[in-house]
């Protein structure tokens, strides 16, 4: 499997209170990305990173914001978190676009 | 717009017996299309890819998908289904730009 870590696996929180998830990867690409996966909307893309202090916006990124620091770590946060942000979150990470992406394993957001 | 669609929710098959899951995409240009499985409690896991060359792709696990052009489709095939093949498959297409856009995943479930 590939080193990629993300912490907490499990998080409840209550409306309004801001949320940080982190990534971290041992595998030194350059391209890692925060997904969330909600039934019947498969996965769909937060924000990506294509660099150390390079990140841009996915198809959901309203609420949402990304820091890369460096190139194994990828944080994401939510400001103040809503309760249609209750969701399950994954981080992937590649080496380029003719390259799979590889997962984590998650995390379960609940966000009461 | 550049998309997947998985047009079954799920799918029955007998243990034993061939399966396929079907994917359709839209997309300008020359296609990257993946296939990706889901355990429970766990993240994407890469299947194969089809980048260009052989429309038969051949992947990990028994798997295997054919690409057709002119019908602008990418279907998951194996020949004899096992009982540990029951998870949640997705299909994804590179849309350029280091991005994945996937469709909103098909459950298998195979039966003893």
């Known amino acids: 499997d590939a080193g990629i870590t993300q912490s907490p696996r499990h998080k409840v929180t209550e409306t309004g209170t801001p949320v940080t998830l982190r990534c971290h990867q041992t595998?030194?690409?350059?391209?890692m990305y925060w997904y969330r996966q909600d039934p019947g909307h498969g996965l769909r893309l937060i924000h990506y990173s294509y660099g150390v202090k390079d990140t841009d916006k996915g198809e959901v990124s309203d609420g949402y914001s990304v820091s890369r620091s460096k190139t194994e770590d990828f944080l994401l946060t939510l400001e103040s978190a809503t309760s249609s942000q209750t969701s399950v979150y994954f981080c992937a990470i590649s080496e380029s676009s003719e390259q799979p992406q590889h997962f984590g394993d998650g995390t379960r957001l609940s966000i009461l | 717009a550049q998309s997947v669609a998985q047009p079954e929710d799920q799918v029955n098959v007998a243990e034993g017996n061939p399966l396929t899951v079907k994917c359709t995409y839209s997309?300008?240009?020359?296609?990257?299309l993946f296939w990706y499985v889901q355990y429970p409690n766990r993240g994407l896991q890469f299947l194969l890819k089809y980048i260009t060359g052989d429309n038969l792709v051949k992947g990990s696990y028994g798997f295997e998908a054919e690409f057709n052009k002119s019908q602008t489709s990418f279907h998951l095939k194996k020949p004899s289904a096992l009982v540990s093949d029951s998870a949640l498959y997705f299909c994804?297409?590179?849309?350029?730009?280091?991005?994945?856009?996937f469709g909103t995943g098909t459950r298998l479930l195979v039966s003893p």
């Open positions: 595998e030194n690409h350059r391209y």
């Open positions: 994804a297409l590179n849309t350029g730009f280091q991005k994945l856009v």
């Open positions: 997309v300008s240009g020359n296609p990257y």
